[in-house]
């Protein structure tokens, strides 16, 4: 970096790149748990099949973000999503298997896969 309009210009590139990740009203939010509890559960996998299987099928209204802790460590991986006018759906035990068929099931087609979600889970 030789100037302050060189650092300005590497300060808008990043802030254009977070406005893009911005939470809007249209796009579908999926948050993976990615503290120690959730990685040395299997979260990392999880995060990538989600995050592969998106670009694969062009899902363009979707983002992905990793969060801290989300409190149910006997149940991770744990995998949030957001969608549209909808209440959050907390998917727990996940796997990359898995991972695939929520992209497929509920990002691309709205449909909530029930046996994985929180609410089966407590019913075990």
Same mark, same amino acid.
């Given at each position: 970096? &030789?100037?302050?309009?060189?650092? !300005?210009? /590497?300060r808008n590139k990043t802030l254009a790149k977070i406005n893009l990740r911005k939470e809007d009203d249209t796009s579908i939010r999926v948050v993976v748990g990615m503290a120690t509890c959730g990685i040395a559960a299997g979260a990392r996998p999880v995060m990538k099949a989600i995050m592969d299987e998106i670009e694969k099928r %062009? *899902? +363009? %209204? #979707?983002?992905? +973000?990793? +969060?801290? #802790? /989300?409190? *149910?460590c006997r149940l991770e991986p744990i995998v949030e999503v957001y969608l549209p006018g909808s209440e959050k759906i907390t998917y727990v035990k996940m796997d990359? !298997? &898995?991972a695939v068929k929520v992209v497929n099931e509920t990002l691309v087609n709205g449909k909530v896969i029930n046996e994985y979600t929180i609410g089966a889970a407590d019913k075990n």
């Open positions: 970096m &030789k100037s302050l309009a060189q650092l !300005e210009q /590497i %062009n *899902v +363009t %209204n #979707c983002y992905v +973000t990793q +969060t801290g #802790c /989300i409190g *149910v990359a !298997e &898995k």
